[in-house]
């Protein structure tokens, strides 16, 4: 009974159809291990997905998004401007400022004056990128990031500045990127949804940045793409364990009885809608198979777990959620969002929280990209790594408290990226010399947006859904793809 | 392409052009603007020449005739000379259209079809769904129902026919659920089976349409339009009343108020003269949108945010039409212009509101659950007002006695003022002159002062003031936690509306009020110019929307689709409709008996069209595989808050009751921890307890953050939807085998047919009757025998599984009942409720 059946979903209805009827008492005898192999031979042949997509061969088949609520600094982290040390309690000048749009807590400030780095830069690695001494395993991958200075967003605040960049507006409604991806590009592996959201807060829980439904929304596009949060407590997805009292065998045995009576429904009826009903039966089943082997880590070496960091056994983690995130791009999910909280420091950055923040996300996260170039899957897995925007780089609280911390900036900030068809141990963009105004190459949300879905081998122009008498797209109306970040244009 | 092997509209272009190789006999209907041409110029040309002027190239546009003319896109009868041809058919890139980069793309047929058009004239017809609808001539086929005649006429043509009459059982169950959302119970059934009268079916009809249910199952199509939620969004995510507007709803949906009457209520019923509180909560229709309450954030940007959401929200709903385009720019499909847009948003745009919310003036402290603009209209129950009362009484008591201090106070303090002298603002220093005769504006100044500043500290060293404090806590914390208020429109706020540049809420133009959009029909002559104007306007004979965008949802509501499948646009892009006639024929019969919606619905309810069994064979899917002629009934999924009420309605765990604050019923354990790591407020969730817990879905709260999990392919009430999409996933299944609301139904169930039958057979045949609304037939008790006896052996050989399924739900187990036959059967009823047939509606 689905909304829109594009051809290719026929197409695999009737492979389904005639899969089943090969033999259902078969499906669940299937062993566990060979989940994996077939995940692999779907990733091949995805099932559902638009005619004449991707539109040009991709470069990245999966994209991990390790988002950083509340907008990380770029000029603490990642942008080294030596000057606002220099100038350190001296104005910025207006001419620097411009009419720049700040947040309600800054925008009527007397003076707005220079605040240094909390701690110094360093160059890492071989391509000499200058990043914080605070993020030491982020800094050790220098050679495989990219790194974007010059990103710029219009929101001054952080839900709209989230809704932003994962849909392409600032008022929630419309459908995310991942949803986009499912919809246009079909799924890898039906046993496990095609699009994954995993969040964590803060050590400290510091902040109501908190995660609304609307950042993983299929809006507009059929229910089946909305995006699954796994969550933290109970059943990772909703409800996929068995009630208590129902063991996988008396299930199997039950969903067996009651296909028969399905397909004698289907006799009577005739509707073909009905074996649609049976393979969704039949996909659940094998989906409670798949999340636990999915969150079973009794496999992983030590070593691997060691690199993750001392977090990684706790469920709920930024680093458990890396890991996790990690076994989902092995079996073929196509977009998983990790969103992590605690970036918003108005007044405790320089009291600790910019530090357990950074302890908290730089291990997992440099293991993650690690991890996945030993196992030969960054080359076509793309990993991002960025908030909602920057901070100022002028102090906030400063009048008689002294500074604490930094307001939300969204004119100018920084991101990384790594694997998935991005030129590795890369600079792209500049800001002058207050890290304020971009100098170079600017990259807009949705330029980041059209570069992101040209990797996956889409013309952001392209993938459209009709909605309310017009074409809609992840991109509105704007966008182009930022060839200088591509490893080959 | 080889010639030979042209397609026939091809054929026929090249006769008419000239062109050798071709022939035909049959003489071809001369095409359809609407129909044929109009598709492949809006789809494709529009964009760049069409009614936006701004994106307009080379000063062409294609949506009138005249202004192409002009530029000799074309030259009707010959299609040598016209420059359309010519680009169509260009191999030069910078000359072809469409052009390259704009993604579209014009077929051969396509093609063929624009130049046979241009041969026979190029003859313009506006959009069909602008003209006002007029009833056709019904098709003389012998069948009474109007329905019938236009569906059955467009059948004929394909070679198809209705489908005989559905089974009873079949029909009483389509009927129930399509009218009140639960099943009919076996008696029913067996009741409407015996009945043999003529009107049998009709009075079926009356009784569900009697129903306090109907309104229940009538209102969820207009909670999705209205994006009703019990909270704002975002942070702190408050909660609110509007739960009061959704109570106004089912009532008067109900009471089968008539539409154009609901209509005016919504939109504009605080604008009726002697407006009833009933009538201004009615207006909670366009109160109902995310409101964003984030730290930082600007309050009137936000406003903007809203006033964008009614524009679009209205016009979905009431015209059928998107205009969001309009925002920044003239439309490039539709004839709407910017001016158009903006104009209309005038009438929502006199709210006294802020944009944001808040605790509100009357709550203690920001740390209440719920927080809400202004403009509200309080609803108290009649306990509620006692209480209130009490409350005011109590405080009023005790703040009298204490009001004469304050006074005394006040008096000396102004009798000896240069003790603050230096701690005061100038301005009130400056008044303070003993012996300065005072006006009063400067004693009420000075009064104020002394109430906000000095006596905070006076007044503590007064005996008995924290009873007073209390009093007063208790008063605000009722009037904040408790007292039910509902956020509403007004027309409070005098404000100019402006044409927004680009729709940047700082770039405002030319100053607009409010008018009717250009290309529709005038506002009536003595229409206000406001919201009732509005109102008025749309209900007017000559209105070409209101009644076809509310005809064609009803019928969506009855057969999945509507006539127009696109029902949130029944503009230029909207796909064509499948019986126009039809449409129009039931859009003019609706207006003109008075826009009543059960009147409309019995029209279509007691066609055959509606009764016809929805089996299907072959030849209907080889001939019409998306069944648009309707030779079956469709078979729909039923909504997941309708499987819901289905699940506790058939084992008799509903609770029926009507209305009322939200409940909480079961949902994964704490199911907003996403939010929780907040310190603003409390996100645990409340479980309701006892009977709560089995109340209808459109009761359960509605966390606008976080919906319901279990509530899947719903709007996400985020902004207004008309249509939702029905999808099949895993998730779904797993919701359905899983979540305890059907796992103690369905234990429930089994409890209740185990006392009820005796024998298996008959245990089986009457939960089967329950859950599906008919006897088990065919291989069916058979193979229901198979499902209970392989639950049987799994129970029998494991007591404690049996014990840890039959302890799920809150509800009480009857402890007599044999713990392992109970669990087999629950089983059982559990794979019923999961059955095609049990989630569907045949």
């Given amino acids: 009974m689905d909304f829109e059946l594009s051809p290719s979903e026929w197409r695999t209805r009737l492979t389904r159809r005639s899969f089943l009827s090969a033999g259902v008492q078969g499906i669940g005898a299937v062993a566990l291990g060979s989940l994996l192999a077939r995940d692999a031979k779907a990733a091949a042949n995805p099932i559902g997905g638009l005619p004449g997509l991707p ?21 603490d982290l990642f942008d080294h401007k030596p000057l606002l040390e220099k100038m350190a309690g001296q104005e910025i000048p207006a001419s620097v400022r411009g009419d720049t749009r700040l947040s309600s807590m800054s925008s009527g400030y007397a003076k707005y004056n220079c605040v240094g780095a909390i701690k110094p830069f360093k160059k890492w690695g071989s391509s000499g990128i200058e990043m914080s001494e605070m993020l030491p395993f982020t800094g050790a991958i220098a050679d495989e990031l990219c790194i974007v200075r010059s990103m710029n967003t219009e929101a001054v605040n952080h839900a709209p500045g989230v809704t932003f960049f994962m849909t392409g507006s600032q008022i929630p409604g419309r459908p995310s990127m991942g949803a986009w991806l499912s919809y246009g590009l079909g799924t890898m592996n039906e046993d496990l949804p095609s699009y994954v959201v995993m969040t964590s807060s803060d050590t400290a829980k510091t902040c109501g940045q908190l995660f609304f439904e609307h950042y993983w929304s299929n809006g507009f596009l059929p229910g089946k793409h909305q995006g699954v949060r796994f969550r933290g407590v109970g059943d990772p997805v909703p409800f996929v364990g068995n009630p208590a009292g129902v063991s996988r065998d008396a299930r199997r045995t039950m969903l067996d009885d009651m296909q028969a009576l399905n397909r004698e429904h289907l006799g009577q009826v005739g509707d073909p809608e009905i074996d649609t009903r049976i393979s969704q039966y039949e996909m659940a089943f094998r989906m409670q198979a798949s999340v636990p082997d999915l969150l079973d880590f009794k496999n992983e070496p030590k070593s691997v777990l060691e690199m993750y960091g001392p977090d990684v056994l706790n469920p709920g983690t930024f680093a458990n959620n890396c890991l996790i995130a990690r076994r989902l791009a092995e079996r073929g999910v196509r977009f998983t969002q990790l969103m992590h909280s605690g970036w918003d420091q108005h007044n405790n950055l320089t009291t600790g929280q910019l530090a357990q923040q950074c302890l908290d996300t730089d291990q997992a996260s440099a293991a993650l990209v690690k991890d996945l170039k030993q196992r030969g899957l960054l080359d076509d897995t793309l990993v991002v790594w960025g908030g909602e925007f920057g901070r100022t780089p002028f102090g906030q609280n400063q009048q008689g408290q002294g500074f604490k911390g930094r307001d939300h900036f969204g004119r100018a900030y920084s991101w990384w990226l790594a694997g998935g068809g991005v030129k590795p141990g890369y600079v792209h963009g500049a800001t002058d010399e207050f890290g304020w105004n971009i100098t170079k190459d600017r990259v807009h949300i949705h330029d980041m947006q059209a570069t992101l879905m040209h990797l996956f081998g889409i013309n952001h122009e392209g993938l459209l859904f009709r909605y309310q008498g017009r074409q809609f797209r992840l991109t509105d109306v704007e966008g182009h793809v930022v060839k200088g970040i591509l490893k080959q244009a | 392409m080889p010639r030979t092997t042209l397609p026939l509209p091809i054929l026929i272009a090249g006769l008419i052009t000239g062109l050798p190789g071709a022939s035909f006999a049959v003489e071809p209907k001369p095409l359809d603007f609407n129909t044929d041409i109009r598709p492949i110029l809006s789809e494709n040309c529009f964009y760049c020449h069409g009614p936006d002027a701004n994106k307009r190239k080379s000063k062409l546009r294609l949506d009138i005739r005249e202004e192409a003319l002009k530029k000799k896109a074309f030259v009707p009868g010959d299609i040598h000379a016209s420059e359309l041809v010519k680009r169509l058919y260009s191999k030069d890139s910078e000359e072809v259209m469409p052009p390259p980069d704009s993604h579209r793309s014009v077929t051969e047929a396509q093609r063929a079809i624009l130049k046979r058009w241009i041969a026979e004239g190029a003859i313009y017809k506006p959009h069909w769904t602008f003209i006002a609808p007029v009833r056709s001539p019904l098709p003389a086929n012998g069948e009474k129902n109007p329905v019938d005649a236009f569906v059955v006429e467009k059948l004929a043509k394909a070679g198809l026919t209705l489908s005989p009459e ?63 939620a019990d909270s704002n969004g975002f942070q702190q995510d408050g909660d609110t009343f509007q739960w009061l507007w959704r109570d106004w709803l089912v009532k008067n949906l109900n009471e089968d108020k008539p539409f154009d009457q609901l209509s005016t209520e919504m939109l504009a019923g605080d604008l009726l003269p002697n407006a009833t509180p009933e009538q201004k909560i009615a207006t909670a229709f366009n109160r109902n949108h995310i409101l964003n309450g984030e730290g930082g954030n600007i309050a009137e940007e936000q406003r903007y945010v809203s006033l964008f959401d009614r524009v679009e929200s209205t016009t979905t709903t009431w015209l059928g039409l998107t205009v969001a385009c309009a925002q920044c720019h003239d439309h490039k499909y539709d004839p709407i212009t910017q001016k158009d847009y903006y104009q209309w948003m005038d009438a929502f745009n006199h709210v006294k509101e802020r944009g944001t919310p808040s605790g509100g003036p009357t709550q203690t402290g920001g740390r209440s659950r719920f927080r809400l603009d202004t403009t509200v209209v309080e609803a108290p129950s009649a306990e509620q007002a006692a209480e209130l009362m009490k409350l005011q009484a109590n405080f009023d008591t005790k703040n009298k006695a204490f009001f004469t201090l304050q006074n005394t106070a006040f008096a000396n303090w102004l009798a000896k003022p240069n003790k603050d002298k230096g701690m005061l603002p100038k301005e009130i220093e400056a008044l303070l002159v003993p012996d300065k005769k005072r006006t009063a504006a400067e004693t009420k100044k000075h009064r104020a002062h002394f109430d906000k500043v000095v006596f905070i500290e006076e007044r503590k060293k007064i005996p008995g003031v924290m009873t007073i404090d209390k009093a007063k806590a208790a008063l605000d914390g009722y009037r904040g936690d408790v007292l039910p208020r509902v956020m509403v429109m007004s027309d409070d706020m005098p404000r100019d509306t402006n044409i927004l540049d680009r729709g940047a809420y700082l770039s405002k133009k030319e100053k607009v009020t409010f008018d009717a959009p250009g290309f529709l029909p005038p506002l009536p002559k003595d229409a206000p110019k406001n919201r009732l104007g509005l109102a008025q306007w749309l209900f007017s004979p000559e209105h070409p929307l209101a009644a076809r965008v509310q005809v064609n949802r009803q019928w969506q509501q009855l057969f999945g689709k509507g006539i127009v499948r696109t029902s949130e646009d029944l503009g230029v892009q909207s796909d064509r409709p499948t019986h126009q006639e039809l449409l129009d024929w039931l859009a003019v019969e609706f207006r003109e008996s008075g826009w009543k919606l059960k009147a409309l619905q019995k ?90 817990l089995y109340r209808r879905s459109l009761y359960t709260f509605w966390r606008r953050t976080i919906a319901p999990v279990n509530m899947f392919d719903s709007s996400a009430r985020q902004t207004c939807r008309v249509r939702t999409a029905t999808t099949s996933s895993p998730l ?48 069916e008790p058979a193979l229901l025998a198979k499902l209970l006896a392989n639950q049987r052996a799994v129970y029998a050989a494991d007591a404690k599984a049996a014990d840890a399924l039959l302890v799920i739900g809150e509800s009480k187990r009857d402890p007599k009942l044999p713990v392992a036959e109970h669990a087999a059967l629950t089983a059982t009823c559990l794979a019923l409720y999961n059955l095609d047939a049990a989630v569907t509606r045949d």
Wanted: charged share 25%; proline share 9%; aromatic share 6%.
């Fill in chain 1, 55 to 75: 539109h040009f061969a991709p470069k990245a088949k999966r994209m991990i998004c390790l988002w950083q609520g509340g907008g990380p600094s770029h000029v």
């Fill in chain 2, 166 to 228: 559905a089974p009873k059982a079949t029909l009483l169950r389509r009927l129930s659920l399509d009218l009140t959302g639960l099943p009919p119970s076996p008696e029913e059934t067996a009741a409407f089976i015996a009945d043999t009268s003529p009107v049998a079916y009709e009075k079926q009809i009356d009784r569900l349409m009697a129903s306090p249910h109907y309104g229940e199952r009538m209102a969820l199509p207009w909670l999705d339009a209205s994006r009703y």
């Fill in chain 2, 732 to 779: 779904h299944a797993l919701t359905m085998l899983n979540d305890p609301t059907w796992v103690e139904a369905a234990r429930v169930l089994a409890q209740s047919v185990t006392k009820e039958q005796t024998t298996d057979e008959a245990r089986l045949a009457r939960a089967f009757a329950r859950v599906l609304g008919r006897e088990p037939s065919g291989k």
């Fill in chain 2, 603 to 692: 029209l279509i309810l007691t066609s055959k069209t509606y009764r016809q069994s929805s089996h299907i064979t072959p030849e209907q899917l080889q001939k019409d595989p998306e069944n648009k002629l309707l030779s079956h009934a469709p078979r729909l999924r039923l909504p997941s808050m309708v499987l819901r009420d289905v699940a506790l309605a058939s084992s008799g765990l509903l609770n029926g009751k009507i209305g009322g604050v939200p409940v909480y019923p079961y949902l994964p354990e704490n199911p907003w921890e996403s939010l929780a790591i907040t310190k603003e407020r409390d996100f645990t969730y409340p479980t309701s307890q006892g009977t709560d």
